[in-house]
């Protein structure tokens, strides 16, 4: 937006954690808003539909298509399985050189007038009119905020990352294909036309775990994840942050807010984690330069006229961040539940209605960018 502005990253070199993720129809016009979408979908192949299979009976459902949908399904959706490295260095191409400052992680932040002095490990200290908290479940500037700490979900997710030789490439169509039963839930996405994602146990033994709980998964897909090398299988406790916390609590203040898994740590039962990250960010932007861009005598008028955008943009995040950790966390206990009811309701009413809900919550439309 013309804005001069500065990534303090952590880690010495842009960060990847996972290997990929989905994204559906509201990232892609997040994406498009960024300017990058065409150059994404030229290396990520378009998914046809969803097939859902119980790994008790083996039984599969229809082909739930993503672009033509059965009937009380959203219709004309977009998506894919995008690469971490590839959008995250296709993001980073964008902007200016020298914006993102590598080991520089944060431990401290203090008040200064109208300004906010960011502390680093190093010793050195940012002074900033704007502080952007994008740093994770664990963020520094949620609690600054004053927002409660993620709760346990009590569940865990294990993620791979198979790799076929080119040779042979792989025999999957362009699906989503799930699976569900005993309290458990798995999925596998096709990256591209080639290739098909950390816990301190044995990867190994999760391995044969999964394996073992997949049941009468199609053969195929055991394949694929008894090829899965065990450095890239990695597995982690899920978290989020109350529903409530986020309707009461603050995600701005003065000139501090938060996005991203900051904002709104959600388990993974919908996919939409990343993608509301990408809403976030466009949101943010436009809310935040109308704001700078506006005309200001002095430094007093120019930090109201942040604090105003940025109360402006969590207004707007702030519902659409509670429905989807809600929708998560519901669609995640019914889906692993092992008790009768959640049983009952996962295999004999949930499967038909699970990818319209998904595919709803994924028209959402983040806006433009009016540069």
């Known amino acids: 937006m013309g804005l001069k502005s500065m990534v303090l990253e952590s880690w010495e070199n842009l960060r990847v954690t996972g290997f990929a993720f989905g994204t559906f129809t509201n990232a892609w016009k997040a994406l498009d808003a960024l300017g990058i979408g065409d150059t994404l979908r030229e290396q990520h192949i378009l998914l046809r539909g969803s097939v859902a299979t119980s790994m008790i009976s083996g039984i ?13 399904m959203p219709q004309g959706h977009e998506v894919r399985c995008v690469g971490r490295t590839v959008l995250l260095e296709t993001l980073a191409n964008e902007l200016p050189h020298g914006t993102v400052r590598f080991c520089s992680k944060v431990v401290s932040i203090e008040e200064q007038g109208y300004f906010k002095l960011i502390h680093l490990a190093d010793g050195s200290v940012v002074k900033t009119k704007v502080l ?9 500037v949620a609690k600054w905020l004053g927002l409660q700490e993620p709760l346990s979900a009590g569940r865990s997710a294990t993620r791979g990352h198979v790799v076929f030789k080119e040779s042979e490439g792989h025999s999957f169509d362009p699906t989503f294909l799930q699976f569900f039963g005993d309290g458990c839930r798995a ?11 950390a816990i301190e146990e044995d990867p190994a033994e999760i391995k044969q775990y999964i394996v073992k709980k997949l049941g009468k998964a199609p053969k195929q897909v055991i394949d694929a994840i008894e090829k899965t090398h065990n450095e890239s299988i990695a597995s982690s406790p899920l978290r989020f942050r109350s529903p409530l916390n986020i309707l009461f609590g603050n995600i701005s203040k003065e000139n501090v807010c938060v996005a991203g898994d900051a904002l709104h740590p959600m388990t993974p039962d919908i996919a939409q984690g990343g993608n509301a990250a990408l809403e976030d960010g466009v ?3 436009r809310c935040l330069s109308r704001a700078l861009l506006r005309n200001a005598p002095n430094e007093k008028e120019g930090y109201n006229n942040i604090k105003e955008g940025l109360d402006k943009y969590a207004k707007e995040r702030r519902w659409r961040s509670f429905e989807l950790i809600t929708t998560a966390y519901i669609v995640g206990v019914i889906q692993e539940g092992r008790g009768t009811v959640s049983k009952f309701i996962r295999d004999k009413l949930w499967s038909p209605y ?4 998904v595919l709803k919550r994924a028209e959402f439309d983040c806006g433009k960018l009016d540069i």
Do not use: H
């Not at 599969?60 to 009380?72: E, G, I, K, V």
């Not at 699970?354 to 809900?357: E, F, Q």
């Open 354 to 357: 699970l990818a319209g809900i």
């Open 187 to 197: 999925g596998l996405l096709p990256l591209n036309k080639s290739t098909g994602e």
């Open 60 to 72: 599969s459902s229809p082909l739930r298509s993503f672009s033509n949908p059965q009937p009380n």
């Open 132 to 140: 952007i908290g994008c740093d994770g479940v664990n963020s520094i």
């Open 283 to 285: 949101t943010l932007a």
